[in-house]
């Protein structure tokens, strides 16, 4: 369960969605609500949007010592006020007395800032000593000289790591994702339909379970968690030189990226739209297969995608980029059997075995993925 505590800024009005959404991820919510909040939004929308009675003030229920024993308690937002009064230990309403009380028994406690820009300056020692004593922070989004609200996904997958058994703690992983684009002149490119979906649920998998993630990302559709070290390329060319520079020192390389298999030759300038022309392509490189002679030690997830095969034809696939890349297994997708972009139709292939993963979620897979994964690290 989250206790999830609304104190009086006016971003108190971004909660009642992120209410909801931390229900629809499975979460229970408890909302706490202070007295300056209260006249910002009305306990009847926290009360709907959590599914739980609000608690506006102690009572004889000692609301306080009752809620101490959570998964995470959730301060958003969070006013210079809470702040300095959490900070010198004031307890004088039922939402300083709770965070008290659950840092003495060690509850996780999440503080979302929210206010002027010039009182978030002001308050930063005090920010600084809580982190000191284990309270954690997320820091808002500074615009318009204001600390505000951050996006409440973000909020949400910050909220997991600290409800989620890290067992990837100090592994350091480099994924891959999204498609590349290979120009075909200065303004025309060949690319593929990846959206970077699967891409963006292994980095949340990753970072829920306290991995230290490393982002090549070409060309996506989705956004990113903005704490992500994530960098940008264009070409299959760019990703592979990035690839190269960031392997050493990752445990673990994903290999999620569509990258491009075949690479057009480019003419410099404009070619004219006046005649129709003939491209012609050479086999791009395949980076994956390079990637255990330079780091013998990574662990190596290939991804394969396939159009409308057979299980038996898209194992054998498997098996081949298998000997090809040295990978310790590989993922392979049959795009051509999914019309949701939020599913896959996967076989997880190693040396010796196949598991068909049938029709499933990217959520859940990449859930398998990283089991798998932390099977074999640590055998």
Not at 28 to 51: D, M, R, T, W, Y
Not at 207 to 236: F, H, Q, W
């Amino acid at each position: 369960m989250i206790v999830l505590c609304v104190t009086g800024s006016v971003a108190a009005v971004e909660t009642i969605k992120l209410a909801r959404e931390f229900r629809r991820q499975g979460f229970e919510v408890q909302p706490f609500l202070s007295k300056n909040g209260e006249k910002i939004i009305h306990s009847n929308a926290l009360e709907f949007a959590c599914g739980r009675s609000v608690i506006t003030d102690i009572t004889g229920m000692i609301e306080h010592i009752k809620y101490i024993d959570v998964d995470l308690i959730l301060v958003a937002p969070a006013t210079a006020n809470i702040i300095s009064k959490f900070t010198y230990k004031i307890a004088d309403d039922h939402i300083s007395s709770l965070l008290i009380a659950a840092q003495g028994h060690d509850t996780p406690i999440l503080f979302i800032p929210s206010m002027h820009e010039t009182m978030y300056k002001t308050i930063s020692e005090n920010i600084e000593k809580l982190k000191s004593e284990g309270v954690h922070f997320f820091e808002p989004k500074m615009e318009e000289v204001h600390a505000k609200f951050p996006n409440k996904e973000d909020i949400i997958l910050e909220s997991s790591k600290l409800t989620t058994s890290n067992d990837f703690d100090n592994i350091n992983i480099l994924i891959s994702i999204g498609r590349t684009r290979e120009y075909i002149d200065p303004i025309r490119v060949i690319s593929n339909k990846s959206t970077g979906k699967m891409g963006l649920e292994l980095i949340k998998e990753g970072y829920r379970r306290g991995a230290n993630l490393t982002v090549i990302s070409g060309e996506i559709d989705v956004e990113l968690p903005k704490m992500i070290n994530v960098v940008k390329v264009d070409t299959c060319s760019q990703m592979s030189e990035e690839i190269k520079k960031h392997l050493k020192g990752n445990n673990v390389f994903i290999s999620a990226a569509a990258v491009s298999d075949f690479v057009p030759k480019s003419s410099d300038k404009k070619i004219s739209s006046d005649n129709g022309i003939l491209v012609e392509f050479t086999p791009a490189e395949k980076i994956i297969e390079k990637v255990k002679d330079m780091s013998p030690n990574s662990y190596l997830v290939g991804f394969k995608a396939e159009y409308d095969l057979s299980d038996e034809e898209l194992i054998n696939k498997g098996r081949k980029q298998i000997v090809k890349s040295k990978s310790d297994f590989v993922l392979v997708n049959d795009v051509g059997k999914v019309s949701d972009s939020d599913e896959s139709y996967a076989i997880l292939v190693d040396e010796n075995n196949h598991k068909n993963m049938g029709f499933i979620s990217k959520k859940d897979l990449v859930c398998k993925i990283f089991d798998r994964t932390f099977e074999d690290i640590n055998l």
